[in-house]
């Protein structure tokens, strides 16, 4: 009998990920309005300056600071900016009444918030220059970004900040990468959730799941695929999917069914239509993981078990798609955090432990989900995130972990 397989580490098999990695998906240009949660393809640069001239940050008083003494002061009002409307010129020896993101106009140099002054009909009391400082409560143009300015990097990921800030600097539409997804769920025994339930059969819940995170990842395109335990249907199922070039997918994701079992027709049938690699990762939940290509196109075939799906895909298979898209971070920094329990035994494989982030005494600490099983998803539910406990390596309570959340990693 021949020796098992060591067990890859995650390190080692993320690295091998990233290195595969190359440009998936096709360019598409969309408003603004449409673009949200995608993935930049193409840089984004300043069209105008951000702001496009000196404007006020308070509701106040723009004025000559040289002008203000050593006492109180009063001078006229001699001219009102209001948001949106032209800057004017400020004559000496009088102060223009001002509004926040109104246009600062010529001849001022500092603005003074409005609480600080006293107002009379057609006059202001400024207040004594000690405490005033020139400049004061001024945006300067180009704050944010000057007229040509790249704001946007390829990659970057299109959330709600990244739309208001193309939209500040006069971008209304944006390139992004889109990719279609197959998601492949075999197996006579699945069944839709939409039906009653029948005799040996399961609901198919890894095929929702994926698609969910797909869809919270940034890649909405998803399209499933269900094969039967059939060898002659799944090849036709797989030739039509292949053969197609307006459906042809950009990635193929599976979740158990890659095995070597004798009703397993999906193995024998992806293995004839490219090059894979069945790895056996030292990861917790999980351990069969399968990569490689089908007909050139990027495919993974992760475990059977839900809660296992969920970490293979955030661990391995979304980072390998972040950098396929030109994101400058696979994963995201993780955040060292007290664990609020014991691991008393050390593990042959990387675990992920599904847990909260919780504060005692002022300080976070996280909290284990009782049941760790990888057949249950009720404990991810409940979770904020998963804290990692490396090979080998026992915990003592108060013990700093990497904790990611959940909301960190699909960003």
């Not at 009998?1 to 190359?22: D, I, K, N, Q, Y």
């Not at 409307?85 to 509004?99: N, S, T």
């Not at 704050?143 to 790249?150: K, L, W």
Request: aromatic content about 6%; some cysteine.
């Amino acid at each position: 009998m021949s020796a098992p397989t060591a067990l890859m580490p995650v390190p080692r098999a993320l690295e091998r990920l990233l290195a595969a990695a190359r440009p998936l998906g096709r360019e598409q240009t969309l408003p603004l309005s449409e673009a949200g949660g995608g993935w930049l393809a193409l840089p984004v640069s300043a069209r105008v300056d951000m702001p496009p001239h000196d404007n006020a940050a308070v509701d106040g008083v723009a004025l000559r600071f040289a002008e203000l003494g050593e006492a109180p002061l009063t001078l006229p009002v001699t001219l009102r900016v209001p948001a949106g409307a032209a800057p004017g010129e400020l004559a000496g020896g009088g102060v223009a009444r001002i509004f926040t993101g109104a246009p600062v106009p010529a001849g001022a140099d500092t603005v003074l918030m409005q609480e600080d002054c006293r107002f009379t009909e057609g006059a202001v009391t400024l207040p004594a220059r000690d405490g005033v400082e020139a400049g004061q409560n001024i945006r300067p143009a180009g704050q944010d970004a000057r007229h040509g300015d790249t704001v946007l990097a390829a990659g970057a990921r299109l959330t709600p900040m990244a739309l208001g800030l193309a939209a500040s600097v006069g971008v209304p539409e944006l390139t992004v990468r889109r990719l279609r997804v197959t998601i492949l769920s075999s197996g006579d025994e699945l069944q839709d959730p939409a039906e009653a339930p029948r005799p040996g059969k399961i609901y198919n819940s890894n095929g929702p799941l994926m698609a969910a995170l797909l869809q919270q990842s940034g890649f909405p395109d998803v399209t499933p695929l269900w094969l039967p335990d059939d060898r002659a249907a799944t090849d036709r199922a797989l030739d039509a999917l292949l053969a197609d070039p307006d459906h042809r997918p950009d990635l193929v994701l599976a979740s158990g069914g890659v095995s070597v079992g004798e009703e397993d027709h999906l193995r024998a049938a992806l293995e004839s239509r490219g090059g894979l690699a069945f790895w056996r990762l030292a990861i917790k939940p999980g351990k069969p993981f399968t990569f490689g290509d089908l007909d050139g196109i990027p495919f993974f075939g992760l475990p059977g078990n839900p809660s296992a799906v969920l970490v293979c895909y955030l661990t391995l298979v979304l980072p390998f798609l972040r950098r396929c898209l030109g994101a400058p971070e696979a994963l995201p920094m993780a955040t060292p955090v007290a664990a609020g329990f014991d691991v008393p035994r050390a593990g042959k494989r990387q675990e992920y432990l599904r847990v909260r982030r919780l504060w005692r005494d002022g300080l976070a600490v996280l909290e284990k989900h009782p049941n760790q099983s990888s057949g249950m998803l009720s404990s991810a539910v409940w979770a904020e995130g998963l804290a990692v406990v490396p090979v080998g390596r026992t915990v003592q309570a108060g013990e700093p972990l990497d904790y990611y959340s959940f909301a960190d990693l699909l960003a």
